[in-house]
């Protein structure tokens, strides 16, 4: 009996067979589908083919033609634009608790405050870090409670900072060195108590050291004596 894949009953391809054939091998190729060894291998043999079952053989793990097609002609969808811009009013949260109790609390980069941010640092730190982030206009209440253990609070410029916070063998420190010059700029209400432990509110730059902002602060004090005494 004669196996019908092979021999005279075999139907033999005709040159357009296998052309069509070594087509579908070189865009499998130009798709890095197949090696450049896999490509020469399968040319030879779809060159020295028989048969039509042959060349369906070195053609069947590869996409039929229809499918590549698509696959390489379809425009990949563009993705949507992200808007750098605060987030509405109604999606700022309401309230938040950031603790470092015998550990660390840290939020920073563009995390969105809640309008109420509780604090809370016993035998531990946490940091507030609001100068990547979005603050909402009108005021933002950060309480602060502390006990030994130490709260940090870096604001960036350009935003009004009110702090009554109470120390108890401990500190709230903050002193005004940057005031902002629009009115209308949001508010960070700072509150709170710290025992024997402490509050730091300072003013920074995104990506700023306190060195950073010392130097930066000296600069400008410089600038504006320069100007007050009629320099260039």
């Given at each position: 009996?004669?196996?019908?894949?092979?021999?005279?009953?075999?139907?033999?391809?005709?040159?357009?067979?296998?052309?069509?054939?070594?087509?579908?091998?070189?865009?499998?190729?130009?798709?890095?589908?197949?090696?450049?060894?896999?490509?020469?291998?399968?040319?030879?043999?779809?060159?020295?083919?028989?048969?039509?079952?042959?060349?369906?053989?070195?053609?069947?793990?590869?996409?039929?033609?229809?499918?590549?097609?698509?696959?390489?002609?379809?425009?990949?969808?563009?993705?949507?634009?992200?808007?750098?811009?605060?987030?509405?009013?109604a999606r700022v949260p309401e309230r938040s608790l950031v603790a470092g109790i015998l550990g660390g609390g840290n939020r920073s980069g563009g995390?969105?405050?809640?309008?109420r941010t509780i604090a809370i640092g016993i035998m531990g730190g946490v940091s507030l870090d609001f100068r990547e982030s979005p603050i909402p206009?009108?005021?933002?209440?950060?309480?602060?409670?502390?006990?030994?253990?130490?709260?940090?609070?870096?604001?960036?410029?350009?935003?009004?900072?009110?702090?009554?916070?109470?120390?108890?063998?401990?500190?709230?420190?903050?002193?005004?060195?940057?005031?902002?010059?629009?009115?209308?700029?949001?508010?960070?209400?700072?509150?709170?108590?710290?025992?024997?432990?402490?509050?730091?509110?300072?003013?920074?730059?995104?990506?700023?050291?306190?060195?950073?902002?010392?130097?930066?602060?000296?600069?400008?004090?410089?600038?504006?004596?320069?100007?007050?005494?009629?320099?260039?």
């Open positions: 009996m004669n196996d019908p894949s092979s021999g005279a009953g075999a139907a033999r391809p005709g040159e357009s067979d296998r052309e069509a054939a070594i087509d579908r091998l070189a865009e499998a190729f130009a798709d890095d589908r197949i090696a450049m060894d896999e490509f020469e291998r399968r040319l030879e043999l779809a060159h020295r083919a028989e048969s039509l079952a042959e060349l369906a053989e070195l053609l069947a793990d590869l996409p039929r033609p229809a499918e590549a097609v698509v696959r390489r002609r379809e425009p990949t969808p563009a993705p949507e634009p992200v808007l750098d811009r605060p987030p509405a009013p995390w969105v405050p809640a309008r206009p009108g005021v933002t209440d950060v309480e602060c409670y502390t006990l030994m253990g130490g709260i940090e609070i870096i604001a960036p410029p350009g935003v009004h900072i009110d702090c009554t916070g109470v120390g108890f063998l401990g500190g709230f420190d903050y002193r005004q060195r940057e005031a902002p010059t629009d009115p209308d700029a949001p508010i960070l209400r700072i509150s709170g108590f710290a025992v024997m432990g402490g509050v730091d509110v300072s003013v920074r730059e995104p990506g700023e050291s306190e060195r950073d902002a010392k130097r930066r602060r000296r600069a400008l004090k410089k600038e504006r004596r320069r100007r007050l005494r009629g320099g260039d």
